[in-house]
């Protein structure tokens, strides 16, 4: 696998997880990267997204404030920090790589990972 995702678990509501995306160097090198999540029933939806050098980002608008992504190059991962979590955040977290379209566009990025359930138990 090019992405893979870890981090995921159980956490109470109010908690604090941190997911990383390990990729390989060529998946990575110079790609935007993005992170996606689909909750049982739902349709997959973005989450946030990071340029290729960390400095710019971008969130989904119910999710600023609570959730970070950063990225370190030298490591060729992708974090996504998640604080406040609430029951809704239940979902599985998608890392994703090389986006064709808009950061937000799921159907653009070339790359993905497995996916990593993260459940919060109000």
């Known amino acids: 696998a090019q992405l893979v995702e870890s981090g995921g678990g159980l956490v109470q509501a109010g908690g604090s997880l941190r997911l990383s995306c390990a990729a390989s160097?060529?998946?990575?090198?110079?790609?935007?990267m993005g992170w996606f999540r689909q909750a049982p029933g739902k349709e997959r939806e973005f989450v946030a997204a990071?340029?290729?050098?960390?400095?710019?980002?971008v969130y989904k608008d119910s999710l600023k404030g609570r959730f970070t992504i950063s990225r370190d190059n030298a490591k060729n991962t992708v974090y996504l920090q998640m604080n406040s979590l609430q029951s809704e955040d239940t979902a599985v977290y998608y890392c994703?790589?090389?986006?064709?379209?808009?950061?937000?566009?799921?159907?653009?990025?070339?790359?993905w990972g497995q996916g990593t359930q993260v459940t919060v138990s109000s």
């Open positions: 990071i340029n290729w050098n960390g400095g710019s980002t």
């Open positions: 160097e060529r998946t990575i090198s110079g790609s935007a």
């Open positions: 994703a790589a090389d986006p064709r379209g808009g950061y937000d566009y799921s159907g653009g990025y070339k790359y």
